[in-house]
Each structure stands twice: as C-alpha cells, then as structure tokens.
C-alpha cells in the first residue's frame, strides 16, 4: 500500500490517498520508508562498533558508553517494528547482532542479573546502571522474543538473563545496585511515584510473560494496589523520560487481562502523549540547511539547545506514535513530516536523536 501524505501546516490538515502498489508513505519531498533507510545506513555505518555490536552513544567526544544499553534497546524494538512493517529478511541478521550485543553487556560483568551501560571490545565495561538501561533492555527484549525474528536460543537466552534481573531486583529491595550492591545514581525502582510505578509493575509483568514464572506475577499483584495511581500522571516531564515510561506501559497494556486496571494504562499512555504535544514544536527553532555553519552547529554539539530542538521533539513523536492512538498518531505523522523535510540527520551524533528518530519511521508506517 502507498500512502501519499500532503501535509498543510497552517491548516493543521493531513490527507491521505492511498493506492495499491507497495508500501511506501510520502511526506514533504521525502518518503518515510527512504528517510528510515536513510537513518537506518547512518546507524549502521556510523553508530554500531563492530567489535561489540552495541549502538554507541556518542559520535567523536565524550563517552561512547553512557547509554548503550537504554538505545540499544530501543533499537531492537525499532528493528522488530521494522520487519512488522517490511518483512525484509536482512533485518534478521541485524537484530541478532543488537540482541547479541546487549545480551553481552547483561553478561559481561559474570554477576548474574547485572546490565552494565555499555562495554569495549576488551571486556572492561561502564556500570552504575540505571533504572532507565533496564528499561530499554527488558523493552527491547520483550519485543523481540514475541516477534519471528528470534529463535528458540534467543529466547531461552532471554528467559534466563530477564529472570537473573528480577531475581536480582528482588534481593536488593527492587533497587538497581552496583557491583557492590550499593544502589546506583539513578536506581530508585522501588520509589512509588511516577516513572518508576510503571516500570517495576512492567517488569514483573514482562517477567512472568517470558519466564512463565508464577512469583513474578505473585509480586506483581502485590504491588499493583500501592503502585497504579503513580501510572496516570506525568505532568511536567520531558519526553526523553517519557518515552521510557510509554514503552512500560506498552508492556502494561498488551499484558493485563483486568479491563479496569488497563483502561488505568491506557489513560496514563495518552496523557504522556498529550504531554508530549506541545515538545514537538522546538524543531522549528533549528536554522534551515544553507543556513551559517556556526549557526547550524550550535543546535546539533550536544548541548541543552540540542536536547530541546532536536532530541525532546523526535522522542516527543515517539511518546505520541507508541499510543497506537488515532488522536495522537495523526498529530505525530504530521509533525514527523515537517520533522524529516527541516532537520539534517547526517549531522546528529548522538544515539539519543538517530535510534528514535529512524523507529518513528517504522511506526508512522505501522496499523
């Protein structure tokens, strides 16, 4: 199927025509499967290490290693959302390599349940992981182990490395701890608030779906009284954290049977797309291409300008597009548009914008 998308920004309108020959969707001047594949080429060439299969953080300075499992993750899920839309066979190849790479960096350190952010090719890794690297890993794996891309090993391997890190959760009071066992910076899993509520209730959720293990399901119900009410609420948070909690709640809402308890999810779900609405606007700030080199530079070096115009308006779409809402969903589809014809994906070098960046792609295209 085509979908030919003309976008009106002063009219806020968006018409689709469709026509019967493919599967490609077009937007201003170009079409989202070539600004995915676009994305896709600049991830593979410029941001996966070969040598250990992870999705670097940063091109150039400062640390490779920050965020690689967090992007990693979501990465897998891109790839996964990626052949639901495609079918291409090649991809296969590709999320065995993420997978591998991640399930490395769950493994490496020998500490059964312990993700490290990201590791060199000579074994030595950064720890001091965080709730948000959990987030990303367990995501990305859930995803893939529900799609066809993995095999029997894949999702053994899965069973037992998720099944490790609730066991670990478990043992230092749902807190993510170092080596040592002291809890990290960002380790506060156990906190009954938002952003954190619907993390822990989605990885025991997550956990018992994938392990088939009754205790995690146990303690999923145990917490569920104490923790539903911080699933709802988002107010005030930018999406770069959003777009973690919304992956959560995806989790929550293809795995709870309870209705009263899921409508609880999905109205939480849209108000962090509803949150996110008004965060897409800062790409317009970004100087057009042709524009001064100084000028342009400015908003792409990692920086806050950077965070606000480019990285907080792409996952903005990301937090809208993983609704599956309508509502939403035409709203992103229309800003992703003016998104790709404005901004210069060659000139990103951080995983934060490019990993988000190509996945709406994949999900502007996906029912």
Not at 12 to 35: D, K, P
Not at 140 to 147: E, K, L, P
């Amino acid at each position: 199927m085509i979908i030919t998308q003309r976008f009106y920004p002063c009219a806020a309108t968006v018409v689709l025509l469709f026509a019967a020959t493919g599967a490609t969707v077009f937007c201003e001047g170009i079409t989202f499967t070539e600004q995915a594949v676009k994305l896709h080429t600049i991830i593979r060439e410029r941001f996966i290490d070969g040598d250990t299969n992870l999705v670097r953080t940063r091109l150039g300075n400062g640390d490779p290693l920050e965020d690689c499992s967090l992007y990693g993750g979501f990465y897998l899920a891109c790839l996964v959302d990626a052949f639901d839309v495609s079918r291409d066979e090649v991809l296969r190849e590709e999320a065995l390599d993420i997978f591998e790479g991640l399930y490395a960096n769950a493994t490496v350190s020998g500490i059964p349940g312990f993700i490290t952010r990201g590791r060199s090719s000579d074994g030595s890794f950064r720890g001091d992981p965080s709730v948000d690297q959990y987030t990303g890993v367990i995501y990305g794996f859930w995803r893939y182990f529900h799609s066809p891309l993995s095999g029997e090993r894949e999702r053994t391997l899965i069973r037992g490395c998720l099944a490790d890190m609730l066991v670990r959760f478990e043992k230092n009071g749902w807190r993510i701890t170092r080596v040592n066992g002291e809890m990290t910076t960002w380790g506060r899993l156990h906190s009954e608030s938002p952003t954190r509520a619907e993390r822990l209730l989605s990885f025991l959720l997550a956990g018992y779906d994938i392990t088939g293990d009754g205790r995690w399901l146990e303690a999923y119900r145990e917490k569920l009284p104490r923790l539903l009410e911080h699933c709802v609420n988002f107010d005030g948070l930018q999406s770069w954290v959003l777009i973690q909690s919304q992956v959560s709640l995806r989790m929550l809402i293809s795995l709870e049977t309870d209705k009263n308890v899921r409508a609880v999810y999905i109205k939480g779900s849209r108000n962090l797309a509803r949150e996110c609405l008004p965060q897409v606007e800062g790409f317009r700030r970004v100087p057009e291409a042709g524009s001064p080199e100084d000028e342009l530079k400015r908003f792409y070096d990692e920086s806050p300008v950077f965070t606000e115009t480019i990285r907080i308006p792409i996952e903005a779409v990301t937090v809208m597009l993983l609704t599956g809402d309508e509502e939403f969903r035409r709203d992103a589809v229309s800003a992703l548009g003016e998104i790709n014809g404005h901004l210069d994906p060659g000139r990103v070098t951080l995983n934060v914008a490019v990993v988000p960046w190509e996945w709406n792609q994949w999900l502007a295209m996906k029912k």
